[in-house]
């Protein structure tokens, strides 16, 4: 071959594989992004900030149902209620504290119904597919067409709490089985009941507890007043009245004696944690959210909370501390204040005076007095600062304090949690949790492997 | 003498101007697949879609930005944000505090590695979620041993936490003497007064050499373009922390500088169930970090030895 045919050649095969390369380049197969599955976003409920528990004292905050907390609708006043020990000197919960069992009307609303319908029509999992094959062919049937109208809506709310019901009976077995229950995260207070064998109400309640584990966003578990005897693993710590006062239901008592209210929780378990509570009165021990800036920084906008309901307390002055406060507001400011009707053009303005005022107070000396403080229930921080000899140099953060435990629906500061928040005081174990998905690589090989079952 | 006449030539004769068909043929054929090839490798250019507009290309420094230059980059920044999201954030410049130094403690008794943090962080940053950008990794330890080597960051157990394991979450140690800072060849990252190490997004230009120097790998880069959804756009932006990237930037934990520098914590620790992590100034004696440096016993800062002097302390309840 001549050495032009050579060249002819080698110009050829190159024009060839550019023209693959191009062809290649500008197709969008070169583009790993469109063949790649997306990533799902993360469920918000990892981002959630808030407690595991409600505590009593956040009730009262949130003004909510406190009637099954009266204990003397039950129980006679001054008389101790008796305790009943089993042969294992156990303190034997009485029927009423230990939660309800049988699911009811009101624990199956639109969405718990909606939710329960869904997976029990898919029935992948095997407590819906036990749940499944436990309705007649009609109920099934029923299930299956079901659509949110009010007729359908009362069948499939019977079919759905009888199906739960027979399982809280299951004929007085326990419900939990190993291989029937993998991959489902049990509640504390599940496991803690479980490893004490109940029987009884306490097993009918221990099977609602599983139901509940089971379908914990179909059937959220609300209540606070499940009482699963486990503080300490001792034993020694399981008596009702190491905490609780047995002449006044409505109080606590710690290990000196005092009487403390609901509201004082972190006091009662200071007495015995106390190196906790140590670490708790200091901030570095349990969650917080708001600021850091606890020191002597002035009121900003963003903690004034609500300002509708702070000016209608200054200006009927429906407290010592309110009056005071109104006291500290020049006239202009106090006429603003007055005429102020929420929502209204001038808030930013009334904003300002309140502002103002506030920073005006603290600047000025201790503005607590016993009487103008009565009744209000100051904060662990704040007492601790009172009681400190060098007052005076932190007098700003002293004020601020007490005007936060003032003002404790207006202001907002620092949102400490008391123990109750987190720990549930009768069955202390810290509850475990699935963790959120992992890092970048690890959830999209998890997109693709979903992806590809799903079209297989 | 006359010459023997030539013989006739059976390839035709060139044309005048030296150009004949085949060489014609060739010499198109090399041209054209050669444009072709230089059309192709220029592609990319098609899929940038956020060319620097004047205004960014002209922007100063951070640091020699006037107060009304700043006002004017923000405003920027506002529509730009706006034009892209279809929502107006609120962009500021917060400065540092007089007086402050921030300080991370975490408790490692009682961090339960449920990786909350990591996402409330994603979430709070504007971070990107295709692919997704985590500042946070929680690494999982055998008990009693702090060897990097056998952490694990990908453990995904029905349940947190394990028996057996403990959990270290690691982020930008926020170093007082970062290595990441030495080495950028622009100086768009360096470290405030308040201890915060920054990037200017504006300013990087993605040689990655900052995240080469970080032993802690706490630097991110943004491969592609970041994929935000709108519905999950935090509106509260500061120009140094959560605003929106862009394609080809360095990014990192600054310590959620839009919350901490107007008071508040930052998201992760908000979002603590085990309430593991803390946060404040050290220069304040009555603060919790203070407090906690002062009482706990056990206290360590990651890889010390290297010299980077961290701001984040990891510790025991003892």
Redesign the interface.
């Known amino acids: 071959m001549t050495a032009n045919g050579k060249t002819?050649i080698t110009?050829a095969a190159?024009?060839a594989a550019?023209?693959v390369?191009?062809v290649f380049?500008?197709s969008d197969s070169r583009d790993g992004?469109g063949n790649r599955p997306?990533?799902p976003?993360?469920d918000t409920n990892?981002?959630?900030?808030s407690?595991?528990r409600q505590s009593y004292s956040d009730l009262v905050r949130a003004k909510a149902d406190l009637s099954d907390f009266d204990c003397y609708v039950c129980h006679e006043k001054k008389s101790p209620p008796p305790l009943r020990f089993d042969a294992n000197l156990n303190i034997i919960v009485a029927e009423e504290h230990i939660g309800p069992s049988k699911f009811t009307k009101d624990d199956i609303g639109t969405n718990e119904l909606a939710g329960m319908v869904e997976r029990l029509r898919r029935h992948s999992d095997p407590i819906s597919a036990f749940l499944w094959q436990s309705l007649s062919n009609s109920q099934q049937l029923l299930l299956a067409n079901y659509k949110p109208s009010e007729e359908t809506s009362k069948e499939a709310q019977e079919i759905v709490i009888s199906a739960l019901n027979n399982i809280i009976t299951n004929r007085g077995q326990s419900f939990y089985e190993p291989g029937r229950f993998k991959?489902i995260?049990l509640g504390a207070e599940t496991t803690l009941l479980m490893q004490q064998n109940p029987t009884g109400p306490a097993l009918a309640h221990l099977n609602r507890l599983l139901v509940e584990d089971a379908y914990p966003v179909e059937l959220p578990r609300n209540r606070q007043d499940d009482i699963v005897m486990g503080h300490g693993k001792h034993g020694r710590n399981n008596n009702c009245y190491n905490c609780h006062n047995e002449t006044n239901l409505t109080l606590l008592q710690p290990r000196d004696g005092r009487d403390l209210t609901f509201a004082d929780t972190a006091q009662l378990c200071g007495s015995c944690h106390g190196p906790t509570y140590r670490?708790w009165v200091?901030?570095?021990?349990?969650?917080?959210?708001?600021?850091?800036?606890?020191?002597s920084?002035p009121f900003?906008e963003?903690e004034i909370r609500d300002l509708a309901g702070l000016v209608d307390r200054l200006r009927h002055q429906s407290d010592p501390v309110s009056g005071y406060v109104w006291e500290q507001l020049l006239r202009p400011e106090q006429a603003l204040l007055a005429n102020y009707q929420p929502p209204a053009s001038n808030s930013k303005e009334a904003q300002d005076a309140v502002l103002q005022a506030l920073n005006r107070i603290l600047g000025k000396p201790s503005i607590y007095q016993p009487d103008r403080f009565k009744g209000i229930s100051l904060s662990p921080e704040t007492t601790s600062l009172m009681q400190q000899s060098e007052q005076d140099a932190?007098l700003v953060?002293l004020n601020r304090l007490l005007l936060e435990d003032a003002f404790p629906q207006e202001l907002t500061r620092n949102q400490r949690?008391v123990c109750v928040n987190?720990h549930n005081p009768h069955a202390p174990p810290?509850p475990?949790?699935?963790?959120?998905?992992?890092?970048?690589?690890?959830?999209?090989i998890a997109a693709m492997a979903e992806s590809q079952a799903a079209q297989k | 003498m006359n010459q023997p006449p030539s013989p006739p030539s059976s390839t035709p004769a060139p044309p005048a101007n030296g150009i004949g068909r085949r060489s014609f043929l060739?010499t198109s054929?090399?041209l054209t697949?050669?444009l072709?090839?230089m059309?192709?490798?220029l592609?990319p250019l098609l899929e940038i879609n956020d060319f620097p507009t004047m205004q960014r290309f002209l922007q100063k420094y951070y640091k020699e930005m006037t107060p009304e230059d700043m006002a004017k980059v923000l405003k920027r920044i506002e529509n730009e944000v706006e034009a892209q999201y279809g929502m107006r954030p609120h962009v500021r410049d917060l400065k540092p505090?007089d007086g402050v130094e921030f300080v991370y403690?975490l408790n490692l008794t009682r961090c339960?590695?449920?990786?909350?943090c990591?996402?409330?962080c994603?979430?709070e940053n504007n971070q990107s979620?295709?692919?997704?950008?985590?500042y946070i990794?929680v690494l999982r330890l055998p008990d009693g041993s702090l060897d990097i080597d056998k952490a694990d960051?990908?453990?995904?157990?029905?349940?947190?936490?394990e028996k057996g394991y403990f959990y270290m979450p690691v982020q930008c140690q926020q170093c007082k003497n970062p290595p990441c800072v030495k080495v950028c060849p622009v100086h768009a990252t360096w470290q405030e007064a308040d201890g915060i190490t920054v990037i200017d997004y504006d300013w990087c230009i993605g040689c990655r050499y900052c995240e080469a120097a970080c032993p802690y790998w706490a630097r991110r880069f943004n491969f592609?373009k970041p994929s935000l959804?709108k519905e999950?756009l935090n509106p509260d932006m500061a120009y140094l922390g959560n605003r929106p990237r862009r394609q080809g930037v360095m990014e990192k934990c600054h310590f959620c500088i839009q919350r901490?520098r107007?008071?508040?914590?930052p998201a992760c620790?908000?979002?603590?169930?085990?309430?593991a992590r803390?946060?404040?100034?050290i220069l304040?004696p009555?603060?919790?970090v203070s407090?906690?440096l002062k009482?706990?016993r056990v206290f360590i800062q990651l890889k010390s030895e290297m010299g980077t002097s961290p701001r984040f302390f990891y510790y025991f309840?003892v």
């Open positions: 002819g110009v190159l024009c550019f023209s390369l191009a380049f500008l992004r997306a990533i976003l993360v990892f981002l959630d900030t407690t595991t991959g995260l670490d200091a901030g570095a021990h349990g969650r917080i959210s708001g600021y850091w800036d606890r020191g920084s900003s963003d932190h953060r949690k987190c810290f475990s949790r699935k963790p959120a998905p992992g890092p970048h690589p690890l959830r999209e | 060739r054929v090399v697949t050669g072709a090839a059309a192709a490798s592609k505090m403690c339960i590695g449920c990786r909350k990591v996402h409330a994603v979430a979620r295709d692919p997704e950008i985590q990794r960051h990908f453990y995904a157990p029905e349940s947190v936490p592609t959804p999950r901490t107007a008071g508040r914590y620790l908000e979002v603590c169930p085990a309430g803390k946060f404040g100034n304040d009555d603060s919790e407090y906690i009482s706990k309840d």
